[in-house]
C-alpha cells in the first residue's frame, strides 16, 4: 500500500512489552521480540524508516553496526536512534550518561542516521528545579551538538514528560546550534500540564520529528506527568493530530512522523493492532 503522506515512521518503543520492558499498569507478554523482529514489522507494514530505542540494543557497537545497517538496506529502511530511554541525561548530572551519548553518535554515523533523538530526562527528572537542569544542559548540548555536526548529523531532544515546552524551547534556544531542534511528543506535553495547541505552536519553527500518538487522559491522572497517561490508536484518543499535521505541513516540514504506542488504554490492549490501524490512519490523511 502506497505511504500517502510519504514520512511515516515507527518507533520501536511501541513494541516495548516485546522487548520485555513492563510498565507498572501493564501486564506481561507472551511474545519476545529482537530488533530484527521489529524490523521485519516495520517493513511488512510498508515503511521506510524506523526509530531504534537504543535501550533494546544491548549489543549495539562497533561489532554489529555493519550487520545492522545491511538488514536496515536490505528491508529499506531508514534509521533514526533513539538514545536514552528511560532518564536520558538525568538533567544533565550524570556523567557516564553524556559519555554514552557521545559514543552513540558516530555509531549513528556509520548505521546510516541523518538525526538522533536523544532525552534529557523523564518524569521523575521533574522534580529537579527547572532552572538548574537548564543551567547543567546547556553546555552539555552544546558539546554534543558541536561532535554531532562534525559528524553531518542533527539532534532532536524531546520532550519526555521532563519539561514542560516552554523550556524545552528556551533550551534549544540558548544551546544556539543549528543542528538541534526537538522530537515533538503529542502526549508528553500533555502529562506536563502543557496545553496541547499552544505547545505545538510553541515549538513549531524547532519541531525536526514528531512521536505521534493518541491518548485517552485520565482525569485523575492530571497534575502528575508518573501517572497512567494510555494511548489510543490514532484518531481515537483526544488529541487534535490533524490540527497539529496541517500547521507543520504549512510551514514545510519535512521530517516523519513517528508512530509510537506507549502504555496502551485497556480497550485498546494490543499494540501491534493499535499500530497497524494508526499506520493506515495516517496513510489516509491527504496532504
Given at each position: 500500500?502506497?505511504n500517502?503522506?510519504?514520512r511515516?515512521g515507527?518507533?520501536?518503543?511501541s513494541?516495548?512489552r516485546?522487548?520485555?520492558?513492563i510498565g507498572?499498569?501493564?501486564?506481561?507478554?507472551?511474545?519476545?521480540w529482537?530488533?530484527d523482529?521489529?524490523l521485519?514489522r516495520?517493513?511488512?507494514?510498508?515503511?521506510d524508516?524506523?526509530?531504534l530505542?537504543?535501550v533494546?540494543?544491548?549489543?549495539?557497537n562497533?561489532?554489529?553496526?555493519?550487520?545492522?545497517?545491511?538488514?536496515?538496506d536490505?528491508?529499506g529502511?531508514?534509521?533514526?536512534?533513539?538514545?536514552?530511554?528511560?532518564?536520558g541525561?538525568?538533567?544533565g548530572?550524570?556523567?557516564a550518561?553524556?559519555?554514552?551519548?557521545?559514543?552513540?553518535?558516530?555509531?549513528?554515523?556509520?548505521?546510516?542516521?541523518s538525526l538522533?533523538?536523544?532525552?534529557?530526562?523523564?518524569m521523575?527528572?521533574?522534580?529537579?528545579?527547572v532552572?538548574?537542569?537548564?543551567?547543567n544542559?546547556?553546555?552539555?548540548?552544546?558539546?554534543?551538538?558541536?561532535?554531532?555536526?562534525r559528524?553531518g548529523?542533527?539532534?532532536?531532544?524531546?520532550?519526555?514528560?521532563?519539561l514542560?515546552?516552554?523550556d524545552?524551547?528556551?533550551?534549544?534556544?540558548?544551546?544556539?546550534?543549528d543542528?538541534?531542534?526537538?522530537?515533538?511528543?503529542?502526549v508528553?506535553?500533555?502529562r506536563?500540564?502543557?496545553v496541547f495547541?499552544?505547545?505545538?505552536?510553541i515549538?513549531?519553527p524547532?519541531?525536526?520529528m514528531?512521536?505521534?500518538?493518541?491518548?485517552?487522559?485520565?482525569?485523575?491522572s492530571?497534575?502528575?506527568?508518573?501517572?497512567?497517561w494510555p494511548?489510543a490508536?490514532?484518531?481515537?484518543?483526544?488529541l487534535d493530530?490533524?490540527?497539529?499535521?496541517?500547521?507543520?505541513e504549512?510551514?514545510?516540514?519535512?521530517g516523519r512522523?513517528?508512530v509510537?504506542?506507549a502504555?496502551?488504554?485497556?480497550?485498546?490492549?494490543?499494540?501491534?493492532?493499535?499500530?497497524?490501524?494508526?499506520?493506515?490512519y495516517?496513510?489516509?490523511?491527504?496532504?
Amino acid at each position: 500500500m502506497p505511504n500517502r503522506l510519504g514520512r511515516i515512521g515507527l518507533d520501536s518503543f511501541s513494541y516495548h512489552r516485546y522487548f520485555g520492558e513492563i510498565g507498572i499498569y501493564e501486564q506481561p507478554t507472551s511474545i519476545h521480540w529482537t530488533t530484527d523482529d521489529f524490523l521485519r514489522r516495520a517493513h511488512d507494514l510498508g515503511l521506510d524508516a524506523v526509530a531504534l530505542q537504543t535501550v533494546y540494543m544491548p549489543d549495539f557497537n562497533a561489532d554489529t553496526v555493519g550487520d545492522l545497517r545491511h538488514k536496515l538496506d536490505e528491508l529499506g529502511l531508514e534509521p533514526t536512534i533513539s538514545w536514552g530511554h528511560r532518564p536520558g541525561l538525568e538533567g544533565g548530572t550524570n556523567p557516564a550518561k553524556v559519555a554514552d551519548l557521545m559514543r552513540t553518535l558516530p555509531l549513528a554515523k556509520t548505521l546510516g542516521c541523518s538525526l538522533v533523538r536523544f532525552v534529557c530526562g523523564d518524569m521523575l527528572t521533574w522534580a529537579i528545579p527547572v532552572e538548574e537542569r537548564l543551567r547543567n544542559l546547556k553546555p552539555i548540548i552544546q558539546d554534543t551538538a558541536a561532535e554531532a555536526a562534525r559528524l553531518g548529523l542533527s539532534l532532536a531532544i524531546e520532550n519526555h514528560a521532563d519539561l514542560a515546552m516552554r523550556d524545552i524551547v528556551r533550551l534549544v534556544e540558548s544551546v544556539g546550534a543549528d543542528n538541534v531542534g526537538i522530537c515533538f511528543d503529542t502526549v508528553n506535553c500533555v502529562r506536563v500540564g502543557d496545553v496541547f495547541a499552544d505547545a505545538v505552536h510553541i515549538a513549531l519553527p524547532h519541531i525536526r520529528m514528531v512521536h505521534i500518538k493518541d491518548l485517552i487522559a485520565l482525569p485523575e491522572s492530571k497534575g502528575n506527568p508518573a501517572a497512567f497517561w494510555p494511548s489510543a490508536p490514532l484518531g481515537r484518543g483526544q488529541l487534535d493530530l490533524i490540527g497539529m499535521i496541517e500547521q507543520l505541513e504549512g510551514i514545510g516540514y519535512a521530517g516523519r512522523y513517528f508512530v509510537e504506542m506507549a502504555y496502551m488504554h485497556p480497550a485498546y490492549s494490543d499494540e501491534d493492532a493499535a499500530v497497524a490501524e494508526s499506520v493506515e490512519y495516517l496513510r489516509q490523511l491527504a496532504l
